[in-house]
């Protein structure tokens, strides 16, 4: 069976320091990839999604970035952590069937300070 | 761009009695897949219900169920007997079965459930 590894669960980090937060997926080949983060009143909102090593889409302009150096694995980056960047970030995978459902990680909580 | 509109923050509902969540979406396309998604207070993601958009039929789920207006571009799902964990947010969902690569969620809507 398929299984999503995301960590860490918590993260408390200053301002202007760097951040990677990494996730995994297990059972499975090929696997579309999201970061998505949750803030308060804004639902989910979707960061960067990729179909395939190295091919990464962006949804937002910021302070963030992605990569994905192996199939099932999918890295959220930043080199300089601003106060806004505080939030829950989800890692999920689905399989390129439309119909499929995204399979979520159990989420980073980052509080920068 | 689609996007996915849930224009209500909070809902309430007694135990046992039925709830409606709303949900509508913006796109120009024919086919597409709309879902449900439940997080607790576990922040876990789970999938409540799904809907394919050519078929006419709603989707049911046990107690969940979805009144799907294509026309109208509304999806909204009704939870009924309500249960005390049920509680938790729901999360309104599209994917285009054209482009499949991007899930799109709605704001949410966190639902309370008393006793």
């Known amino acids: 069976s398929q299984t999503i590894h995301q960590w860490p669960a918590t993260l408390v980090q200053p301002v202007g320091s760097p951040l990677s937060l990494e996730c995994t997926v297990e059972?499975?080949?090929?696997?579309?990839l999201y970061w998505y983060r949750q803030a308060a009143g804004r639902g989910l909102q979707l960061l960067f999604y990729?179909?395939?090593?190295?091919?990464i889409s962006s949804e937002v302009p910021q302070n963030l970035s992605a990569s994905r150096p192996q199939d099932r694995q999918f890295i959220l980056s930043s080199k300089k952590l601003l106060l806004s960047d505080s939030g829950f970030y989800l890692c999920?995978?689905?399989?390129?069937?439309?119909?499929?459902?995204?399979?979520f990680g159990q989420g980073t909580r980052l509080t920068v300070v | 761009a689609q996007t996915v509109t849930q224009s209500q923050p909070e809902m309430s509902v007694q135990e046992a009695e039925t709830v409606t969540l709303s949900c509508t979406y913006d796109?120009?396309?024919?086919?597409?897949?709309l879902f449900w998604y439940k997080q607790p207070p576990s922040r876990q993601m789970i999938l409540v219900i799904r809907?394919?958009?050519?078929?006419?039929q709603n989707a049911t789920e046990n107690r969940f169920s979805v009144n799907f207006q294509k026309a109208a571009k509304s999806f909204s799902l009704k939870i009924s007997d309500s249960q005390l964990g049920d509680a938790a947010m729901y999360f309104c969902?599209?994917?285009?079965?054209?482009?499949?690569?991007?899930?799109?969620f709605g704001t949410g809507t966190r639902l309370q459930v008393f006793p």
């Open positions: 999920a995978w689905s399989s390129v069937a439309g119909g499929s459902e995204a399979f």
């Open positions: 059972g499975t080949s090929n696997p579309n």
């Open positions: 990729s179909v395939g090593i190295g091919q």
């Open positions: 796109t120009s396309e024919s086919d597409y897949y």
């Open positions: 809907q394919e958009a050519y078929k006419q």
């Open positions: 969902a599209y994917r285009s079965a054209y482009n499949t690569d991007k899930l799109i």
